[in-house]
């Protein structure tokens, strides 16, 4: 696939003056997006296309994170010091995404390991929304998805790697990523969440 880097300095002025941008990725292509300072930005997929969100090392253009986000999507994205956020468009269309920045990056604690997983393996899998509502996720230090009806969103973790799920104010886990998990699986999120709140008594 052609891969293009556009140099957003309207967006940076734009972030700097609103904390707010809309941007194209045109067909068939990925775009880098300058994030400036700011450690956590939140992106709208604004086109009924799929758009992959990644967070790749600035140097060694290494992957740290990663989420197909689905159709009209909504995602809250950490942007760990050194880390480069990249927008792919894979369809023959080009697709938009309001890119809103939310939190300066003023930690300078952080590193680039972005989960709790104890291995660097990862496994690609889908989570398939098939209810009628939104299921808002947490993957924490990876990103928060908000997969909306009758949806699938693909994502790239590592063995270890918490999803959780909020209820009556509090996190839960609702799975871990394990072997159980093989690359091409399609998760049904609804499913798995009716069992797990009648496992939790919610």
């Known amino acids: 696939m052609k891969y293009s880097i556009f140099l957003f300095s309207i967006l940076l002025f734009a972030a700097c003056a609103s904390n707010s941008t809309l941007v194209t990725i045109p067909a068939n292509q990925s775009i880098e997006v300058a994030t400036n300072n700011y450690q956590r930005v939140a992106i709208k ?6 758009i992959n969100v990644k967070v790749l090392d600035k140097q060694s253009k290494e992957f740290i994170s990663g989420f197909g986000l689905g159709t009209k999507g909504k995602v809250d994205v950490p942007i760990v010091n050194n880390g480069q956020l990249v927008l792919e468009n894979n369809s023959n269309k080009p697709s938009k995404a309001r890119i809103v ?3 300066p990056n003023t930690d300078k604690r952080t590193t680039k390991t972005t989960n ?44 270890g790697q918490e999803i959780l799920f909020k209820a009556k ?9 394990d072997n159980t998990i093989n690359n091409g699986d399609i998760l049904n999120v609804g499913s798995l969440l009716k069992l797990k709140r009648k496992e939790l008594g919610l």
Not at 45 to 50: S, W
Not at 142 to 153: A, D, Q, R, Y
Not at 169 to 177: C, P
């Open 45 to 50: 997929n604004k086109t009924l296309r799929q």
């Open 101 to 103: 920045f939310k939190e």
């Open 116 to 159: 709790s997983a104890n291995t660097n393996e990862y496994i690609t899998f889908t989570l398939a929304n098939k209810t009628a509502q939104s299921i808002p996720l947490i993957i924490p230090n990876v990103m928060n998805p908000n997969l909306s009806p009758f949806s699938e969103s693909g994502v790239d973790l590592k063995i």
């Open 169 to 177: 104010g509090r996190k839960y886990v609702l799975l871990t990523v």
